[in-house]
C-alpha cells in the first residue's frame, strides 16, 4: 500500500510503469485474485456506471418520497433543444445531465457504482463516460483510467 500520491508516483517512475499497472499489481497482491479477475470487475463496475447513466437520462425517474422527479431526463432534453443557450457548452452540460442521472438511479434505489461514496457517485461516471464520448477513449483505457483513480 502507498502512503501518499508521491510515494506511488516514485515508484510507477522508478518502474517506468503507468500508476494504473502499479495499483493493479497491488490489487493482486493485496486480494489474491488475478489480473483477469480483476479487471473483469472493473469492466463490470464501467458498465454499471453506463447503464445508470442511461436509465437517468433516457427516461424520468421518480421516487415515492418526491426527492427527484425526472430532473436530468429533463435537463437533458433541454440540452438537446437548446445546445446554443447554454453558457457551459456541450461537454459540461453532457456531464452534469449525466450526474444528475446517476444521482436520480441512485435515490430511486437502483443499482449505481458508489464512487467514492453514494452522495457524489454521479461524479466519476460523468465525467469519465463524457471525456470517453469525446475523446474517444477506449473501453481499456477507461479501465486503465478507473485503475489509476481507485
Not at 463490470?44 to 433516457?58: E, L
Not at 437533458?76 to 445531465?97: K, M
Not at 458508489?114 to 469519465?128: D, K
Not at 471525456?131 to 483505457?141: G, N, T, W, Y
Amino acid at each position: 500500500m502507498f502512503s501518499s500520491l508521491s510515494e506511488l508516483e516514485s515508484v510507477a517512475e522508478k518502474r517506468k510503469l503507468p500508476i494504473s499497472e502499479i495499483i493493479l499489481e497491488n490489487e493482486i497482491e493485496q486480494s489474491g485474485n488475478t489480473r483477469e479477475t480483476i479487471i473483469f470487475e472493473m469492466q463490470r463496475r464501467y458498465a454499471v456506471m453506463r447503464r445508470s447513466i442511461q436509465q437517468g437520462i433516457n427516461k424520468p425517474i421518480h421516487t415515492l418520497s418526491g426527492m427527484t422527479k425526472g430532473n436530468a431526463f429533463r435537463f437533458n432534453q433541454w440540452r438537446n433543444e437548446h445546445l446554443r443557450e447554454s453558457i457551459c457548452g456541450d461537454l459540461l452540460s453532457r456531464a452534469v445531465a449525466r450526474a444528475l442521472a446517476v444521482g436520480e438511479v441512485n435515490a430511486s434505489m437502483g443499482c449505481i457504482v458508489a464512487t467514492p461514496t453514494a452522495g457524489s457517485a454521479g461524479i466519476l461516471p460523468a465525467v469519465m463516460t463524457t471525456l470517453q464520448d469525446a475523446r474517444h477513449f477506449s473501453d481499456d483505457q477507461m479501465i486503465s483510467a478507473l485503475l489509476t483513480v481507485s
